[in-house]
């Protein structure tokens, strides 16, 4: 079973600091994709990353940062210079399940970028 | 390329009544997938179909639930009759197929239906 756990409920950072985002995951499979979303105000789920097990190097994307560490099962996500359209809900999710690819999730983590 | 829609975007019964939400995934996706967010909780799986075929149910709460994808196009997730405990926030997504055992895919979601039921 995968199980990923998001223990910070909420966030609030002032605008232009940086902020990192915990996820931790946990599966029996030695291969595996992760992800990240983002849920904004609107609701939708806005799918920021994937990535696979095998692949380590850490993902840099204009001012998103993803920290992919597997000796620690943890797939961290990294806002810097944040700003308040950075407002979002955002979820961490698991799949390892080739041919029936269902998303483990995280229960999400608000954060709150403030003015 | 259009992404995922879903309709309604909001739907408000009472209990018993039936509901029926609708999915279009993005065009030439096989794999379709039904999420439910119950208020405050993460995001769980319903059921995955490949093109019409359901490929797991298993996280269909119970005999309430009735999900379609006639022709492998868009799905409907039916709920007859609806209880309280079915409000939530029902999400679709899709995504194409990937290499057996080699590759997964990434979901694109649909925004969502926002179910109360009183």
């Known amino acids: 079973a995968q199980k990923v756990t998001q223990a910070q409920t909420e966030i609030s950072v002032v605008e232009k600091e940086d902020v990192t985002l915990d996820c931790v995951y946990e599966?029996?499979?030695?291969?595996?994709?992760l992800f990240w979303y983002k849920q904004p105000p609107s609701g939708e789920l806005v799918f920021l990353i994937r990535?696979?097990?095998?692949?380590?190097q850490n993902e840099i994307s204009g001012r998103y940062s993803w920290n992919f560490q597997k000796s620690t099962s943890s797939f961290n996500f990294t806002i810097t210079a944040s700003q308040v359209v950075d407002s979002a809900v955002y979820f961490c999710?698991?799949?390892?399940?080739?041919?029936?690819?269902?998303?483990?999730f995280g229960t999400g983590t608000r954060l709150t970028i403030i003015p | 390329e259009a992404g995922v829609t879903q309709f309604p975007s909001h739907s408000v019964i009472e209990k018993g009544q039936t509901v029926t939400l609708r999915c279009d995934p993005i065009?030439?996706?096989?794999?379709l997938y039904w999420y439910r967010r119950v208020m405050g909780k993460e995001i769980k799986f319903l059921l995955h179909?490949?093109?019409?075929?359901?490929?797991?149910e298993s996280g269909m709460p119970n005999n309430r639930f009735l999900a379609e994808r006639t022709g492998g196009t868009y799905s409907t997730l039916k709920v007859q009759p609806a209880e309280l405990e079915d409000s939530g926030v029902y999400f679709c997504?899709?995504?194409?197929?990937?290499?057996?055992?080699?590759?997964?895919?990434?979901?694109?979601f649909g925004p969502g239906t926002r179910l109360l039921v009183l």
């Open positions: 065009s030439g996706h096989d794999n």
């Open positions: 179909f490949v093109k019409e075929s359901k490929q797991d």
């Open positions: 990535r696979n097990s095998f692949d380590e």
């Open positions: 997504a899709s995504s194409r197929r990937g290499l057996a055992g080699l590759s997964i895919e990434t979901q694109y």
């Open positions: 599966t029996r499979d030695t291969t595996y994709y």
């Open positions: 999710a698991l799949s390892a399940n080739f041919g029936n690819e269902k998303l483990t």
